[in-house]
T-cell receptor
Framework: GENVEQHPSTLSVQEGDSAVIKCTYS??????FPWYKQELGKGPQLIID?????GEKKDQRIAVTLNKTAKHFSLHITETQPEDSAVYFC????????????FGDGTTLTVKP | DAMVIQNPRYQVTQFGKPVTLSCSQT?????MYWYQQKSSQAPKLLFH???????NEADTPDNFQSRRPNTSFCFLDIRSPGLGDAAMYLC?????????????FGPGTRLTVT
C-alpha cells in the first residue's frame, strides 16, 4: 500500500519568514495530493491540493510543488503569520481508491510573533 | 454554514458502556469516512462507506461498528469502549464519483473513557 513520509515533525519560524514542509510517497499510481491544516480542537481543513498532471499550484501565500519522478511534494507558506500556527498534514490518494487518502504524520508549525 | 456536523462534540462514557457518535452532511457526498485521531498523530481511517457499501480497514477492531441509514447520516458505534479508545473521532465526506477527491472533515467528537 501507499506510504507517506512527512518532514519535519515540528517547525518554528519567525513571523514573516517562509515555511516549507516536505512529503514523499511510495505509490507511483497516486495522483492526488492534498494538504490539510488542523487547528487545535478542530477537524482538518483542506488548504490546497495538487493533481499529478500539474507541477505547481499557488493560492496567495500558499503554494504546493510536485515532483512525480522523485515522488515528493512540498508545501510552501510565505510571509507567515501567527494564525498559520497549526498542524499540517499531507496526503496522497489515487482516484481508483474511493477517495481514500494516506496521511503523513503531520508537522506542527509555530509562527512566533 | 456547517457542511459536516458531528454530535456530540464531547462525549464521556464509562469503560465497557456502549456509545454512539453521529455524523451528518449537507453536501450529498456519496462517501463517508470515520477516522480515529489520537494526540499528536495523523488521522487513522477506521472504515468508510462508498454509497451503501461498507469498507472496513483490516486493522480496525471488531469493537468498532458503523451504520449509514441514508446518504446524509453515518454513525460510529463503539460496543465496549476501553481506555485506549479515548481519542478524537473525525467524520469526513468526499464525492469521488463526481471528481471531488478532497475530503471535508467535521469538527470531531472528543471521546473520554472513564
Amino acid at each position: 500500500g501507499e506510504n507517506v513520509e512527512q518532514h519535519p515533525s515540528t517547525l518554528s519560524v519567525q513571523e514573516g519568514d517562509s515555511a516549507v514542509i516536505k512529503c514523499t510517497y511510495s505509490d507511483s499510481a497516486s495522483n492526488y495530493f492534498p494538504w490539510y491544516k488542523q487547528e487545535l480542537g478542530k477537524g482538518p481543513q483542506l488548504i490546497i491540493d495538487i493533481r499529478s498532471n500539474v507541477g505547481e499550484k499557488k493560492d496567495q501565500r500558499i503554494a504546493v510543488t510536485l515532483n512525480k519522478t522523485a515522488k515528493h511534494f512540498s508545501l510552501h507558506i510565505t510571509e507567515t503569520q501567527p494564525e498559520d500556527s497549526a498542524v499540517y498534514f499531507c496526503a496522497a490518494s489515487k482516484n481508483t481508491n474511493a477517495g481514500k487518502s494516506t496521511f503523513g504524520d503531520g508537522t506542527t508549525l509555530t509562527v512566533k510573533p | 454554514d456547517a457542511m459536516v456536523i458531528q454530535n456530540p462534540r464531547y462525549q464521556v462514557t464509562q469503560f465497557g458502556k456502549p456509545v454512539t457518535l453521529s455524523c451528518s452532511q449537507t453536501l450529498n457526498h456519496n462517501v463517508m469516512y470515520w477516522y480515529q485521531q489520537k494526540s499528536s498523530q495523523a488521522p487513522k481511517l477506521l472504515f468508510h462507506y462508498y454509497d451503501k457499501d461498507f469498507n472496513n480497514e483490516a486493522d480496525t477492531p471488531d469493537n468498532f461498528q458503523s451504520r449509514r441509514p441514508n446518504t446524509s447520516f453515518c454513525f460510529l458505534d463503539i460496543r465496549s469502549p476501553g481506555l485506549g479508545d479515548a481519542a478524537m473521532y473525525l467524520c469526513a465526506t468526499s464525492s469521488p464519483r463526481t471528481g471531488g477527491d478532497e475530503q471535508y472533515f467535521g469538527p470531531g467528537t472528543r471521546l473520554t473513557v472513564t
